[in-house]
């Protein structure tokens, strides 16, 4: 205990015994209060007893029933005696004359259904909804599928039950609202009406049979609670039975027997569909046609459940493989195929059938005898399609059951590797579906996604071809091994014998003979003639613009219409050329063919232009010529070799100058366009005649004036004679440029001048 020990120890005794009187304190409290809290919970005042209310028919109330659901089946006992013997006196006293035997009789009825109720539940208490399974302490695989399958059959049943639990809710609802049209009926007689009697055994018969549809609904909410206790009770023992699953090599003999009988029932199947499916060929009656493909159904349902079946037992032998200690680690056999494609199948034969009921109606008609034979057969499709869907059913829970096995063998992570295989073995297994899904038909040759996957592939191989090639030649070009036309043109014609090939692959590939192109060419030559003249025409232009090379990437051209600039590209309909400005024309190929080209670097670049100009008389024409010379020289474009030099002609004797020519050779890959070179040279002589002081001649003309004198006035005739008056001064006029205008031909202020500025409204004249 230590120091602290040692020193408390003297006054441990007093500390024990303190202790214990508190705790006996507290104790003897407890006691005290419990009981009196009890007390004090406990009513004060007993519970209100049962009294059951009896019906006055004199005055038939509309609710007097309404607490039966809420007392117990002893107490509904007592009541529903009271209810009779009250029923029984008073119907007693009813008239013969009122003619009521009918409503008493089916009153009588009821009142003995409801005991007759009591009496199937007690029997319904007795009934199992899995009788014979046993649940095996260490069972096999055989026995654990045994007990699945009657608790499958078990749950059917208790599917069963609830349905007809859902249609007895609504019988309820019907007969609650039967029981309200009653009560409103009887509500509007009056006493004294002779149809008032009538109205109560109607209200009273309805509220009896609301009263045993609702002890029949109670009867099926109580077998309901049984049947699913049971059930849940059943899954807990399949599971318990799945978790101590024991190896049985007989078991295995069994299912292996059981496997094997399977595909051979499979094998014969198919033969007899194949009987099956050669006799509708060679049969024309339609009843026959009709019976064999109805025939032919039944074997795919067959063919389907035998499938099912045989998963089932290889589910089974896997699960029973994996329990074998002496074995090696065992794959998962997990397939989601079957279960799809079993759902598949059974939802086409589903439409198939009523499809075929359909016919059968309309060709049988009222014939019984027939609709019975045909319906006949129809109920075994119907029913092999309900078998098929248990079976699908009972394959999913056998895989899910297989999972927990191995998980429980083989650990938690090779399970999940297994798992995540085969996961992705149906992803595979689902694109490849995917793939093969028929999109539509191109004579009769079905198109699906593969297919539209390859063409994509073809046409993006073909381009990478093409953009290879395309880059081959460049290089060549850069490393000088070819010219850059030659290697345009060769792209080219290869890049069209690309696209022809893989037009001629894609056409093979969506299923049409080749050997068939002519038909084609032939409606495309049809075309040709109507719609698409104009786009041939331009393409063999383009073919023949490649082949011939009258033209060729990078030439100076000049077109007919006036468009001149280089050539870019040579495509399938158009031509594109680029101008000085840079703009980028589209020129049709048949422009080219058909029209007037001039091709300023067809054969050599270097060619020659005139740029005229003149000079005034009495210059020195050597001067001239050595002037014109150095502005050609110092022009970068100009061309100078022993054969082609630059030259300057006098070439007449103008009015005013002396016409002069330089004629030079150019390089016209050098330049754009034609006016640029004679900008460039008359710049040039500018600059060098200024420099020299050569003169450049303008037109000249003199202007003469010429002026008059005053002069006398001759006398008009008639006047006398006196002195004469000197002539009024005339108005001086001068231009906008201060020259002097020319007077009037009328001289002077004339009567057409006063009068136009009359009418025009101006100013008048000074």
């Known amino acids: 205990m230590g120091v602290f020990g040692t020193a408390l120890f003297p006054y441990f005794p007093r500390f024990a015994a303190t202790s214990l009187r508190v705790l006996l304190a507290v104790f003897c409290l407890l006691c005290f209060l419990i009981p009196s809290f009890a007390i004090a919970q406990l009513p004060s005042t007993k519970p209100k007893e049962f009294s059951p209310v009896v019906p006055d028919f004199s005055n038939l109330a509309a609710d007097w029933w309404t607490q039966w659901p809420d007392v117990t089946l002893e107490q509904r006992d007592l009541w529903l005696k009271d209810v009779d013997k009250a029923w029984q006196d008073w119907s007693a006293t009813l008239p013969e004359e009122a003619k009521l035997s009918e409503e008493v009789a089916a009153i009588n009825q009821r009142l003995a259904g409801i005991g007759k109720t009591w009496e199937k539940r007690e029997e319904l208490k007795k009934v199992s909804v899995l009788p ?167 074997y795919s349902v067959e063919a389907l459940e035998n499938r099912l079946q045989l998963r089932k037992q290889e589910l089974l032998l896997a699960m029973n493989s994996v329990l074998d200690a002496g074995t090696e680690d065992e794959k998962l056999s997990f397939s989601k195929d079957l279960v799809k494609n079993a759902e598949t199948i059974r939802e086409n034969l589903v439409r198939q059938v009523n499809v075929r009921q359909r016919q059968i109606v309309a060709w049988v008609g009222e014939d019984s005898e027939a609709m019975r034979k045909w319906w006949g057969q129809f109920e075994k499709v119907a029913s092999g399609l309900g078998r098929v869907r248990d079976l699908t059913e009972d394959v999913k829970r056998y895989e899910t059951a297989q999972l927990f096995v191995y998980q429980r063998q083989q650990g938690w992570w090779q399970t999940m590797g297994d798992r995540i295989v085969l996961q992705f073995q149906q992803l595979r297994s689902g694109w490849r ?198 502005a050609a020289e110092r022009v970068p474009v100009t061309f100078s070799n022993w054969q082609r030099k630059t030259e300057v002609w006098l070439t007449g004797f103008g009015d005013s100058s002396l016409d002069f020519k330089l004629v030079v050779w150019v390089n016209s890959n050098a330049v754009s366009s034609l006016g640029d070179l004679n900008a460039l040279y008359n710049i040039e002589l500018l600059h060098e005649f200024n420099e020299r002081r050569i003169e450049i001649p303008f037109p000249q003309r003199d202007l003469h004036v010429r002026s008059w004198g005053e002069q006398d006035t001759l006398p008009a005739q008639g006047e006398g004679s006196g002195p004469r008056k000197p002539p009024a001064p005339k108005d001086e006029r001068r231009g906008s440029a201060g020259i002097e205008d020319w007077p009037d031909d009328a001289g002077g202020e004339g009567e057409s001048g006063s009068e136009g500025g009359g009418d025009d409204g101006g100013a008048p004249s000074h």
């Open 132 to 298: 014979t399974i046993t649940f095996p302490e260490k069972p096999t695989v055989l026995q654990w599928a045994e007990s699945d399958a009657g608790v499958t059959r078990g749950k059917q049943r208790f599917d069963g039950l609830k349905l007809e639990k859902s249609q007895m809710d609504e019988s309820v609802d019907l007969s609650l609202n039967r029981l309200r049209e009653t009560v409103g009926a009887l509500r509007e007689k009056h006493h004294a009406d002779s149809k008032h009697l009538k109205a109560t055994l109607d209200v009273f018969l309805a509220q009896i049979s609301h009263l045993q549809i609702l002890e029949e609904q109670g009867m099926l909410n109580e077998q309901l609670a049984a049947w699913d206790e049971e059930l849940k009770y059943a899954d807990g023992e399949l599971a318990r039975m799945l978790k101590g699953l024991q190896f049985s090599s007989e078991a295995a003999e069994k299912l292996a027997a059981a496997r094997t009988e399977e595909k051979s029932n499979l094998d014969e199947l198919a033969r007899e569909r194949s009987d099956s499916r050669n006799l509708i060929f060679e049969s024309s009656d339609a009843a026959v046609t009709m019976e064999q493909q109805i025939q032919m159904m039944i």
């Open 433 to 630: 579906n995917l793939a093969n899904y028929e999109l539509f038909a191109v004579s009769e040759q079905p198109i699906t996604l593969k297919d539209i996957a390859k063409m994509i592939l073809v046409i993006l191989a073909a381009w990478a071809c093409s953009r290879l090639l395309n880059w081959i030649l460049r290089r060549m070009v850069r490393r000088n091994r070819t010219s850059e036309q030659a290697a345009y043109t060769l792209w080219r014609v290869l890049n069209y014998c690309i696209v022809l090939i893989t037009f001629v692959i894609l056409l093979a590939m969506v299923g049409l003979d080749t050997s068939k192109l002519t038909l084609i060419a032939g409606a495309l030559s049809v075309g040709i003639g109507f719609g698409m003249q104009a786009i041939f025409s331009n393409f063999i232009s383009g073919i023949i613009l490649l082949f011939e090379q009258p033209l060729r990437v990078g030439d100076l051209v000049e077109l007919e219409s006036g468009v001149f600039g280089r050539i870019r590209d040579i495509n399938v309909r158009s031509t594109r050329i680029t101008t000085r400005d840079n703009v980028d024309i589209l020129v049709p190929n048949s422009e080219f063919v058909t029209g007037r080209v001039t091709n300023h670097t067809l054969e050599d670049p270097v060619r020659r232009i005139h740029i005229g100009f003149g000079v005034a008389y009495g210059t020195d024409p050597e001067e001239v010529r050595e002037a014109a010379m150095a």
